[in-house]
């Protein structure tokens, strides 16, 4: 990729573009969304790993547009739920869930478990596809715990519910440089963008 390529955005969630844009914003690329490119049909993640649903969703995007395409995929995982809800936290008590929805069932999930056994983590993966095939791929967790209150209004997903590790805050109550400096997707991201320069030519940024 050079300087100017336009990479779509393959997600509709407004709350993970947004973080993306932010993320991304020190690379010379114009990021797109669905609205931009006319959308494309509904992309049912059917992998069972964070990388086969990431994959799913980039490629299809690339495919559709003939432009080339970022996704990610991520979830929450939790020690007291043997790493569940994993690769199905959006989904998590059902397929049309909402975030309400599945941090109820989160917490229905762990009624009674004492702070000590919330252990937790984020990972996400994130993949760029170019629509003549080239893959690449960042990697990131943030390991933490979940609180025993909602606080917070910022992020989405489980964030009211997240606590960072060394931290008293939720991801939801810190601020969006806050949170990216540490989340699974900041780290991803990150990680992806400087393979995207080392291709480039350019140097990392480190």
């Not at 252990?119 to 760029?128: D, F, P, S």
Request: glycine content about 14%.
């Amino acid at each position: 990729m050079k300087a100017g390529d336009t990479v779509v955005i393959a997600s509709t969630n407004p709350g993970k573009i947004a973080e993306v844009r932010q993320i991304m914003a020190g690379l010379p690329i114009v990021l797109l969304t669905s609205d931009d490119v006319g959308g494309w049909p509904e992309i049912e993640e059917t992998g069972d790993t964070y990388l086969a649903n990431a994959l799913l969703k980039a490629r299809a995007v690339a495919a559709v547009t003939g432009r080339a395409a970022l996704a990610d995929d991520s979830g929450i995982e939790v020690d007291a739920l043997d790493g569940a809800p994993g690769v199905r936290s959006a989904r998590f008590s059902g397929e049309r869930a909402s975030d309400e929805d599945n941090n109820a069932k989160l917490i229905e999930s762990l009624d009674g478990v004492p702070s000590e056994r919330r252990g937790a983590r984020y990972r996400c993966v994130a993949v760029l596809v170019t629509p003549d095939g080239e893959e690449i791929a960042g990697i990131g967790s943030c390991e933490g715990r979940i609180g025993n209150e909602a606080r917070g209004t910022g992020g989405f997903g489980y964030d009211p519910w997240f606590i960072p590790e060394r931290g008293s805050r939720t991801m939801a109550e810190l601020t969006a440089e806050e949170k990216h400096a540490i989340s699974h997707r900041g780290k991803a991201l990150r990680g992806l963008a400087d393979k995207l320069r080392a291709l480039r030519g350019e140097r990392s940024s480190g």
